[in-house]
């Protein structure tokens, strides 16, 4: 494993609350809600977190 890396969660937040017997909200057609985001906002994301997680000497160069 990487230390300080991202890494995709193995268990879903709905798996995880059904394990622990909580509920969780589900997502009906009554409530319709767009929050999609476009590629370069999430890159833009993942640099800027990417960027958090890297040691500063590292940064340094």
């Keep these: 494993m990487f230390?300080?890396?991202l890494t995709p969660?193995?268990?879903s937040h709905?798996?995880?609350?059904?394990e622990r017997g909580m509920d969780f909200p589900s997502h009906?057609?009554?409530?319709?809600a767009d929050h999609t985001l476009d590629v370069h906002t999430i890159?833009?994301?993942l640099e800027r977190l990417s960027a958090l997680a890297?040691?500063?000497e590292i940064q340094r160069g």
Excluded at 14 to 18: K, S, V
Excluded at 28 to 32: I, V
């Design 28 to 32: 009906d057609g009554t409530r319709s």
């Design 9 to 11: 969660q193995a268990v």
């Design 14 to 18: 709905r798996e995880r609350a059904t």
């Design 54 to 56: 890297t040691p500063p």
């Design 3 to 5: 230390t300080g890396r």
């Design 43 to 45: 890159q833009a994301v």
